[in-house]
Nanobody
């Protein structure tokens, strides 16, 4: 049974930082592309960033470029999202996702497995 468990969310002031973690089990982690998405109240779930199987390639949404960084540790079956210079508009539930094969990494439908999400709230 595949499980993705996010952690590290919370309440932070604008300009602050958080690091999210997503621990994976029940799958061969190193063979999966990993991604982060987020969903704010009343909005659709949107792409935040992805990382390739080896970690050698990453991409993030324009809205977080220069502030968020994705990394992974295949020995620990964990993917991370480092979030700096947080803004109130970053407030959302953050989800990690895994795909055995993803052609269009920004699309939700490409991902086979999802975590339950972790809440991030940024105060102004």
């Amino acid at each position: 049974q595949v499980q993705l468990v996010e952690s590290g969310g919370g309440l932070v002031q604008g300009g602050g930082s958080l690091r999210l973690s997503c621990a994976a089990s029940g799958l061969t982690f190193s063979l999966h592309v990993m991604a982060w998405f987020r969903q704010a109240p009343g909005k659709e779930r949107e792409f935040v960033g992805y990382i390739s199987r080896s970690g050698g390639s990453t991409d993030v949404a324009d809205s977080v470029k220069g502030r968020f960084t994705i990394s992974r540790d295949n020995a620990k079956n964990t993917v991370y999202l480092q979030m700096n210079s947080l803004k109130p508009e970053d407030t959302a539930v953050y989800y990690c996702a895994a795909a055995r094969k993803a052609t269009s990494v920004r699309l939700r439908r490409e991902y086979d497995y999802w975590g339950q999400g972790t809440q991030v709230t940024v105060s102004s």
